[in-house]
């Protein structure tokens, strides 16, 4: 499956993005993750086939995953945004249900080419 991430941008802190990443073929699920300079990539949020969702506790409450499974694209609606949320943000996926382990980069086998993220103060 190949990934293409869209919708980063230069936002003010408190501002929203809404990221989309649209997959050539179905996946079950399907994940966002986040790289910062010099930082490990970390995990942001997750979605299943049937809509459960998980998120980091960085971003919970503020943030909300979403996909359209006839357009095989995955959402990340972001919201009150702060400096450190700037990072390259990819998206992921993976054909099979991975339980528990949503979190783990190791869990997808498809990643985009990122789409970067810049919150100002």
Not at 14 to 26: H, P
Not at 99 to 113: C, E, T
Request: glycine residues 10%; aromatic residues 12%; proline residues 2%.
């Amino acid at each position: 499956v190949q990934l293409q991430a869209s919708g980063g941008g230069l936002v003010q802190a408190g501002g929203s993005l809404r990221l989309s990443c649209t997959a050539s073929g179905s996946s079950y699920t399907m994940g966002w993750f986040r790289q910062a300079p010099e930082k490990e990539r970390e995990f942001v949020a997750a979605i299943t086939w049937s809509s459960s969702t998980y998120y980091a506790d960085s971003v919970k409450g503020r943030s909300t995953i979403s996909r359209n499974n006839a357009k095989n694209t995955v959402y990340l609606q972001m919201n009150s945004l702060k400096p450190e949320d700037t990072a390259v943000y990819y998206c992921a996926a993976v054909e099979a249900y991975v339980g528990g382990s949503y979190y783990r980069k190791d869990s997808y086998n498809s990643w985009g080419q990122g789409t970067k993220v810049t919150v100002s103060s």
